[in-house]
């Protein structure tokens, strides 16, 4: 597609918290509580924004803390080094009780995201960024630990399109979001393929969120902006960001038409600051669509 030709909209994201995070990411909607959560990976931090009154409270956390996930049973569950447990946002803890079977020492948990079954979806990485030492596991409610994916480099953005049909996977490194046929009675991955693939110059493929008509938003780590695809994989909206390492997205508010937006500091020169002051912020777009509500944990 000829990059002209596609929708820009470059003035409507909002920053809705001004934050200094190192690496912000996670965001999560919790319809309940009318709050997004969302955290600083590497502070070791877990944000609550309250869309209502646009305050945020945080928590110090001890582990630390990939992602987090509703669960059905009520309360949050969060992938630490060890595997995944329940949350407890007031104690800033997790109480472990689905382990990885094997994680090579170097690695570190990544994005996660439940199905519509509630498996629990969780990818793994090299800290340093330069080893393919991630892996895809799967974590069903039971107990039960699949590794599904491995050899990648950085585990990313992962989604479903709203048949249930396709499964979405984001290799940041290889600049790939990956499509694959997918079983949502059996949680299994077939036919995998290359859905996007991202310019070097617009940066690295990161988080993602899927619409109801299976538009899917990208977060571009280094590449200023959010990109929304049609379900074939065309470019159909770019999102002008006003920091250069947005890191994923998540849609929220009582009918999910808003796109909450985090962001990344860490690594940027004294420059790239100034020139993107709001890098580690909270953003929001209204893009207009409403987006798909996401799966909790079943366990
Ligand atoms: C990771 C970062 C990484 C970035 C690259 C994020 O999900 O947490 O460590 O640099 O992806 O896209
Ligand atoms: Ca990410």
Redesign the pocket.
């Known amino acids: 597609m000829i990059e002209q030709k596609v929708k820009q909209y470059p003035l409507q994201v909002d920053c809705v918290c001004e934050s200094e995070a190192q690496?912000g990411?996670g965001p999560v909607w919790s319809k309940s509580e009318g709050v997004l959560y969302w955290l600083d990976?590497k502070n070791r931090q877990v944000f609550r924004y309250h869309v209502d009154n646009g305050q945020q409270d945080c928590q110090k956390v001890e582990p630390l803390i990939s992602c987090i996930v509703l669960r059905r049973a009520g309360g949050l569950f969060a992938a630490t080094h060890e595997g995944i447990g329940l949350f407890d946002y007031s104690k800033g803890t997790v109480a472990i009780s689905n382990r990885f079977n094997t994680e090579p020492e170097g690695n570190r948990p990544?994005?996660g995201k439940c199905d519509s079954a509630g498996r629990f979806w969780l990818g793994s990485m090299d800290d340093a960024?330069t080893k393919p030492t991630g892996n895809l596991y799967r974590f069903h409610g039971d107990g039960a630990v699949v590794k599904v994916l491995e050899g990648v480099v950085?585990s990313?953005g992962i989604g479903w399109s709203p048949d249930n049909k396709i499964f979405y996977f984001t290799d940041?490194v290889n600049r790939a979001i990956l499509a694959f046929d997918y079983s949502a009675n059996s949680g299994s991955l077939q036919n995998p393929r290359v859905f996007a693939h991202i310019k070097k110059e617009h940066g690295?493929p990161?988080?993602l969120a899927v619409d109801v008509e299976g538009g899917v938003w990208s977060a571009h780590?280094d590449g200023w902006r959010i990109t929304r695809y049609t379900p074939d994989g065309n470019i159909d909206r770019i999102i002008n960001m006003p920091v250069p390492r947005p890191?994923s997205c998540a849609f929220g508010g009582s009918d999910l038409m808003d796109l909450y937006i985090t962001s990344a500091s860490i690594g940027l020169t004294g420059q790239q600051l100034a020139k993107a002051p709001l890098s580690g912020s909270l953003f929001c777009h209204k893009p207009g669509i409403a987006g798909l509500a996401v799966g909790e944990y079943n366990g």
């Open positions: 690496l990411e990976i990544n994005d960024e950085i990313n940041s690295y990161d988080g780590w890191t």
